[in-house]
C-alpha cells in the first residue's frame, strides 16, 4: 500500500511542470486510500513505514485524522464556471460532457478520470472556446503591434494567462514550454493561430483541468496544502468556480495558512452570487433534487409533467435561496411550512397566489413537487425510493443494495386491485427483504398521499391512501406519524439529522467514496461543540471546517 501510494503521489507532483498537447490530455491517476491514520503534532511522533516525517500541526491539536492527499478532475459545473471566469465566454461545454460519476450523491469526486471519450470532447470544447476567444482578441490577448513584437505579446499573454488557468504560478519550464506551443501555431501563420494553439492546450493540460492537494512535493507523512491549493480548495468548495483576485493575492502574501484568514475568505465567498449558488447546489445535492430535469413521467398518466417541469425545479431553487438569507438552516429547510411558487405550481398544489405562498400542508423540501417527483417512478410513487432517500441522507444510515446482499429484485406485481402500499408490503413479509424494508417502507409509505408527480391524492386504484406509519430506526424521530408533514416537522427538529445534514455537507466536499471515519468523526465533533444555531446553519458548518487542520492538511505514506 505504501508503495503504491508513493508512486501515485510521484505522478502527482509531477502535474507541477507538466505540458500536454490535446492529444494527450486523458491522464488519470487513482488517488491514495488511507483508512482512519491517526496523525499527531509531537514531531518526536511515530513515523509511517516509510520513514517520512510528520508535519507539526497547529492550534494545539493532540491528534486529528487528515483526507488522502490526491489529485482531483474538475466536475462538469466546475469546469463551465472555471472556463467562464477565464475567458468571458457564456459557453457551457461541459453541459454536453458525460455525466460526472457521483459519490454519496455529489457530483465532486476525487475517482473521475478523463477517459478517451471525454478526452475528445475536451479537445473539441477547448478548440471552440479558442475560436470564440480568437473573435476578441483585444480583449483576450492584446498585442499593440503583432508584426514587431508577436512574441512578446504571446509571452506577455502566457504570464497572465497561465498563472490564472493554473490558479497557480508558474514556472521557467512551463513559460518556455508554452511559448513553444505558441511558436507552433503561429510559425507559418499569424499571432492569432498561435494564441488559438496557447489556450486549445492550456485548457487540456492537467494544471488546469484538475485540483491538487499535495504541498510542496516533500516526501513527508502528513502534507500541508501550498497556499494555492488552498485559495482553489476555497474557492470551489464554496462557489464552484476559481478563486477570484482577493483570494488570490491572500494566496500570493501567504495569508491562507491563517485559519481565520481562510474563515474570513469563507464568509465573503458565500455571500457572493457564485457563493449562493453553490450552496443551493449542496442542498440540492444532498436531497437528490438537482436531477428534476433528468427525471421524466409517463404523459399518459401525467400530462401536465413537462410543462410544470421547470417551475418545479425553480422552486426549490427559489426556496433554498430563502432559506440562505437565515444562514440555511437545516430547521427550516425541512420544517417550513411555505415555499416559492409560480402561479402554474400554485395552481397543480392547490393553492392561490404565487411567490411566497402558505403550505402548511406541505411541510419543507421533503413534500415539495422536486423532492416527491425524483424520488418516484414514471407512473407509481416510489416508497423504497423515498424511504430509502431519507434514511441515507436525512438518517445516515447505509442501506445495502439488494445485488450486494446476493438477494433477488422482484417488483411487486402490478395490481389494480390493490394500492401502491399494499402491494410494496409483500417486502416485510418475505424473510430475506423484511430486516431492511421493515426500516425503509414506514419511511417512503408516509409520502403516499403525494403521486409521482407530486400532486396530492386521496385515493390509489380507488381505495382510500393511508399515510399513517411507525418509525423505528433507533434514532430520535422515531415514533408514529399520520403522514410525512408530521414526520418532516419532527426531522427538522431532531439533532441526530442535525448532525447527518453536517455529515452530508463533509462527504460533498471530501469528494471520497470511503471516507476515513476518523477523518469524519473529527469534524463533527468539532460542529458539535459549536452553539446550536451554528450546527444547523450550513454556511456556518462550511465556514467553521475552512477553519480546522483537517481543511489545510492531508496525509500520505
Known amino acids: 500500500m505504501a508503495r503504491t501510494t508513493m508512486v501515485c503521489l510521484q505522478m502527482l507532483r509531477s502535474i507541477r511542470s507538466a505540458f500536454i498537447l490535446p492529444a494527450l490530455a486523458a491522464i488519470s491517476c487513482s488517488s491514495p486510500r488511507l483508512s482512519g491514520e491517526q496523525v499527531g503534532e509531537d514531531p518526536g511522533a511515530s513515523t509511517d513505514p516509510g520513514g517520512l516525517s510528520p508535519v507539526v500541526l497547529p492550534g494545539g491539536t493532540s491528534s486529528v485524522s487528515l483526507l488522502p492527499a490526491r489529485i482531483r478532475r474538475l466536475t462538469n459545473a466546475e469546469y463551465n464556471r472555471s472556463v467562464q471566469a477565464l475567458l468571458g465566454t457564456t459557453q457551457t461545454p461541459g453541459e454536453g460532457f458525460p455525466p460526472d460519476t457521483r459519490q454519496h450523491g455529489y457530483t465532486t469526486n476525487e475517482a473521475q478520470v478523463v477517459d478517451p471519450v471525454l478526452a475528445r470532447q475536451l479537445d473539441s470544447a477547448a478548440v471552440s472556446l479558442a475560436d470564440e476567444a480568437v473573435t476578441r482578441l483585444d480583449e483576450v490577448a492584446p498585442c499593440a503591434d503583432p ?24 514556472t521557467e519550464e512551463e513559460r518556455a514550454a508554452l511559448l513553444a506551443l505558441y511558436q507552433s501555431g503561429a510559425t507559418g501563420g499569424t499571432y492569432a493561430e498561435g494564441v488559438h494553439q496557447l489556450i486549445r492546450g492550456i485548457l487540456q493540460s492537467p494544471n488546469f483541468l484538475y485540483l491538487t492537494e499535495i504541498g510542496s512535493g516533500e516526501q513527508v507523512a502528513n ?30 502574501a501567504g495569508e491562507l495558512g491563517n485559519a481565520d484568514k481562510r474563515m474570513e475568505h469563507a464568509r465573503r465567498l458565500l455571500a457572493t452570487d ?21 427525471t421524466g413521467k409517463d404523459n399518459t398518466v401525467y400530462p401536465e409533467y413537462d410543462a ?21 438552516n437545516v430547521e427550516e429547510l425541512l420544517g417550513a411550512p411555505w415555499s416559492i411558487v409560480s402561479p402554474e405550481l400554485a395552481a397543480f398544489y392547490g393553492v392561490a397566489g404565487e411567490g411566497r405562498v402558505d403550505l402548511p400542508e406541505r411541510i ?9 417527483t425524483v424520488h418516484s417512478h414514471a407512473v407509481e410513487t416510489g416508497p423504497i425510493l423515498r424511504g430509502v432517500a431519507l434514511m441515507r441522507r436525512l438518517g445516515c444510515i447505509e ?12 417488483p411487486p406485481a402490478q395490481d389494480p386491485t390493490k394500492t401502491t402500499r399494499e402491494r410494496f408490503s409483500i417486502h416485510s413479509t418475505d424473510q430475506a427483504c423484511a430486516a431492511c424494508h421493515d426500516l425503509i ?14 400532486g396530492f391524492q386521496s385515493e390509489d386504484n380507488g381505495k382510500p391512501v393511508d399515510s399513517t406509519v411507525e418509525v423505528a430506526l433507533g434514532l430520535d424521530f422515531d415514533g408514529p406519524y399520520s403522514n410525512s408533514n408530521e414526520l418532516a416537522a419532527a426531522m427538522a427538529l431532531s439533532s441526530e439529522v442535525r448532525t447527518c445534514f453536517a455529515r ?54
Not at 147 to 170: K, L, M, T
Open 223 to 252: 502534507i500541508q496544502l501550498a497556499e494555492h491549493e488552498i485559495a482553489s480548495q476555497l474557492a470551489y468548495l464554496l462557489t464552484g468556480g476559481p478563486p477570484d483576485e482577493e483570494l488570490l493575492a491572500s494566496a500570493n
Open 147 to 170: 508584426a514587431a513584437g508577436a512574441e512578446a505579446c504571446a509571452q506577455a499573454f502566457i504570464d497572465v494567462f497561465a498563472p490564472r488557468a493554473y490558479r497557480r504560478s508558474i
Open 441 to 454: 417502507d414506514p419511511l417512503g409509505f408516509s409520502f403516499e398521499q403525494f403521486n409521482a408527480m407530486g
Open 399 to 410: 442501506i445495502e443494495l439488494p445485488t450486494f446482499l446476493n438477494v433477488d429484485i422482484v
Open 308 to 328: 410544470l417541469q421547470s417551475a418545479i425545479e425553480q422552486e426549490s431553487i427559489d426556496f433554498i435561496q430563502a432559506t440562505l438569507m437565515n444562514g440555511g
Open 364 to 372: 419543507g423540501l421533503l413534500n415539495q413537487a422536486a423532492f416527491l
Open 504 to 557: 452530508q455537507l463533509f462527504r460533498a466536499q471530501a469528494a471520497e467514496r470511503d471516507i476515513p471515519e476518523a477523518s469524519e468523526a473529527t469534524f463533527i465533533e468539532t460542529v458539535n461543540a459549536q452553539p446550536i444555531d451554528q450546527q444547523k446553519a450550513l454556511i456556518e458548518i462550511l465556514v467553521s471546517f475552512t477553519g480546522q487542520e483537517l481543511f489545510s492538511y492531508r496525509t500520505a505514506q
Open 274 to 294: 457564485a457563493g449562493k449558488m453553490r450552496a443551493v447546489q449542496l442542498v440540492q445535492e444532498w436531497l437528490g433534487i438537482d436531477r428534476v430535469s433528468e
